[in-house]
């Protein structure tokens, strides 16, 4: 099975309290794209980026089994930028610069080789963006994965509308949860953002761990906890890639299967917060991975008398 990622390849400069980068290799598609590479599935990406893109983040992508044809570069342009700094606490962040570039006017265009993707996992972008993708596909895929932000609620909620109307799982923190559904608590917001559509709702809770809601169950695992992190910027986009890559490689999309995606994906993330941008993500091994996932088992398996 193949995996479709649509999503910005872009440059991050990112500071926090423990350091600051110039211009960095970033862009939800980029980490998606890299977690898939570590899972040993087949993925393309639908992006565009300027001709100031250097060749050798393309190389890293397409080193790493990547489908980079539906990345079209546009060479009088500049690639989609943003800077930000992260407070103290590192679950806030204020932004400094975000420049659009070519990505305002972005046509996603499938490369042949990857309309017949069975999975298409939808990066934070414009609804209306992500609407086209779907529409340009082949075939419908057989799980269709958005992650949307609050912006798009106060910016494009009508057609948000109609794109979560069109998806099977979406992933969002508990803010836009609740902002999504105007319900304070993650449960009813699950059980209303279900009647918008989506089969799956998974609710990101930053470094205490996600929620998974089916059908009125529910499933909750913890962020694996680190002595050091350096810089949460794409863990949401890497966990979305580990867990959207899980499925691909089982091949199944029931409950239990998405609980174990579940914690691929936070194990993916974990690593990403350990160092800078997607440094980290360059530098995993498979026994890293699979150590890290029996990490997790570790911290969530349990015997209880009553």
């Known amino acids: 099975m193949k995996l479709l990622v649509v999503g910005s390849v872009a440059f991050d400069a990112i500071e926090t309290p423990f350091g600051k980068t110039d211009k960095i290799l970033g862009g939800a598609a980029t980490y998606i794209g890299l977690a898939a590479s570590l899972m040993n599935v087949k993925s393309g990406i639908v992006s565009v980026v300027g001709g100031d893109f250097p060749d050798e983040y393309m190389n890293l992508l397409k080193s790493r089994g990547v489908n980079t044809d ?38 996603p265009k499938i490369p042949a080789s990857m309309e017949d993707s069975e999975v298409l996992l939808l990066g934070n972008l414009h609804p209306g963006v992500q609407l086209s993708v779907l529409e340009k ?62 089969a799956f709702v998974i609710i990101k809770k930053g470094e205490h761990g996600a929620l998974l809601f089916h059908e009125g169950r529910i499933f909750a695992i913890p962020a694996m906890p680190l002595e050091e992190v350096f810089d949460p910027t794409g863990a949401g986009d890497t966990f979305a890639g580990g867990f959207a890559s899980y499925l691909v490689k089982k091949g199944k999309f029931d409950f239990e299967t998405m609980k174990s995606a579940l914690i691929a994906g936070s194990a993916l993330a974990s690593f990403t917060v350990e160092k800078f941008g997607t440094e980290r993500l360059k530098e995993i091994t498979e026994a890293e991975l699979g150590e890290r996932i029996q990490q997790f088992k570790e911290l969530t398996t349990f015997e209880a008398e009553v």
């Not at 958005?146 to 909620?157: I, K, P, Q, V």
């Open 70 to 107: 539906g990345i079209e570069m546009i060479e009088s342009g500049k690639t989609f930028f943003w800077s930000g700094k992260y407070h103290n606490d590192l679950n806030s962040r204020d932004t400094l610069v975000t420049e659009v570039n070519v990505l305002e006017n972005f046509d």
């Open 137 to 198: 596909m082949k075939n419908r895929p057989k799980l269709v994965i958005l992650d949307t932000m609050n912006f798009w609620m106060d910016s494009a909620m009508d057609v948000l509308t109609q794109m979560i109307a069109k998806t099977d799982v979406i992933t969002i923190n508990d803010e836009e949860a609740r902002q999504l559904s105007g319900e304070y608590s993650l449960v009813k917001a699950a059980k209303k953002i279900h009647a918008m559509g989506p």
